[in-house]
């Protein structure tokens, strides 16, 4: 019954030993929530869950790799660290910086990050550099610093965070007892959708935990070419199929280069040259996945649906991974198969309030009298 | 390994049956993390914990009791929902509205609730009125419409809330396998400070839970009258004391009447007469605990310390029990005396960006030259 965090529960997957001190605020083990009224919505035959990151320490999945990121940095002896950030890493370094005694330092592109993010990463402390540019030249810069200077890099090329951001994929193993047929995902800097694959490749090697084989898909004829999964497979459905999302002013992946100026209300995956680039890729054609993209009103409308139909308040980006289901579910053939589909909502909605406020209904202001409030509540 | 919400873990504690449909969203079995940097910065020799409560699907305790109250309601055949609140009961409440499929309505003291739990009850889908008054004045008006309308009252006058909220103690017991020697909590409606003392003393009857014994406590001779715990418990510490905290412009209980304008940054314990005033009192007599007031400059203080030593980043109001701690430091001879110490810290920061960002240092803008930021980071 007791949890504490990721690198106590997965241990054995992960590049720690004895001597690495532990820095944690108990991240991870977050809810896999069934989200049945979206089933009914989207009129599917199939189960569709979300995994909420939203609920790690600092609000995103950016936690599980921050913990191994800092553990890692303190053990070999660092005494700073830094990274380039669209908001998200940045509170997250901060956070796990400010509980490990590290002196952090984040560049963020100047006026481009969530209120909720930049609030953050001020409060644990660290030194906000807003620059005159976007995430790309952030990251940029930020590489060629940790190059020249004693600073250790925590954005995701450095290798211990894709490592501890896998264990979202093995708590969903552990969850539901097999790995779902679809794996849903947002796109920004691409090392998310890396982890998830490496994760889940990890753990279906590990056969114990695997207690139901899938049974296999039925693909409607005409897309069976595009994603031609129980030939690769055999009978069973080990693995899903890596479903990501990019924003369509935002999508270098999907257009085949990189977007120099890239555009959407999503700031979380408003990246132009994604650093995991390669590595989505080779994770959507060995999982015979995609990588697409939704239009910024896809991705508002399917952060308006989690909040309404399912009590599950996620940031714009967040909803790219359901904006992207939403956009398949005809092409998938979900209506009928009885498949199980995880998204990733991966940071809470409590992230980009104004974006929020926009988006909704503005309160009513009225005097303290009963018969106006009721029927202003139309009851 | 697999959690489900409060219900599921602890149903044989609450109040439901088979019949009871669960409305959830994984509320609970949030973190308690330990809290070293600031034991080292109090100079205390005990332990303190934090139980960061801001790990809740809406980022506050609140879930627990709605999960209750909302699964209940869903029992009686509610379709309508309605509470007052200064901001996290109506984003609970319309989160977990949401996911039942209940009409819910809210109403806030206009101007006096932070953005981000606005941008929730927004996004949830719920009538959100804007009342022209106090909390004290919402609650008096709600509580008159549920009497005269088929609405189901969300509030904490409604029980099943703080059977709810109650979990949060059994988990505190399971995880230090002892409850602690004191608990410090913030004190606003005074119904969590209520549910706390309802949870300790209904799962320390349950002795199999308690697998240590305190030891005996020992006090500075001026205060054994002020907190006389050994004589109350013979040898052994099997409950806390309760030390609540109201802020001082806000401090009803404390001043013994009502205050008509509460005034406080710290705007989910802005209330000016608690309905739950006789059992938080009567918490803190049979817990011979304290209920007592801090700053806004006091609140403000933890507020910061916690964000920057612990990497815990919780919203002003949260910040009053570990501001209680600061203050009766010295009065409870923690420094010397080996006790076990949890600071309930109730929200999350996220709920109030705004306070954040005017409590901490700006960010430089800077052009992308590598000379300049190694020079802002004073590396």
Redesign the interface.
Known sequence: ???KGIIDRYRKYLPVSDKTPIVT??EG?T?L?RAR?LEKFLKVNSEIYLK?EG?????SFKDRGMTMAISKAVEEGSK?V?CASTGNTAASA??????A?L?C?V??P?GSIA??K???A????A???????NFD??LK?VI??TK????TLVNSVNPYRIEGQKTAAFEII??LGRAPDYHFIPVGNAGNITAYWKGYKEYANDKSKLKVKSKRLKLSPNLSTFLPFPARRGETCNLPHMMGFQASGSAPIVKGKPIKNPKTIATAIKIGNPASWKKAEEARDESKGVIDMVTDSEIIKAY?LL???????VEPASAASVAGLIKFNSKINIQKSGCVIVCTVTG????D??R??K??????????N?KK??S????
Request: charged content about 20%.
């Open positions: 019954m007791i949890y605020l108990y083990n809810p929530l009224n909420f609920m790690n320490p600092t609000g700073a830094i901060a956070a796990y910086s400010a509980r005694g002196k330092s560049v963020i100047d209120l909720g930049l609030s953050q001020m409060m644990h402390g030194k906000v550099i807003a620059l005159k540019g030249e952030a810069i060629e610093i020249n200077y004693p600073i552990d969850f308006r909040a309404s139909l399912e009590g599950v308040f809470h909605g409590l992230k309030p104004d929020a406020i988006s909704a209904k503005q309160p009513k202001v009225l005097e303290p009963i409030i009721i202003a509540i139309e009851l």
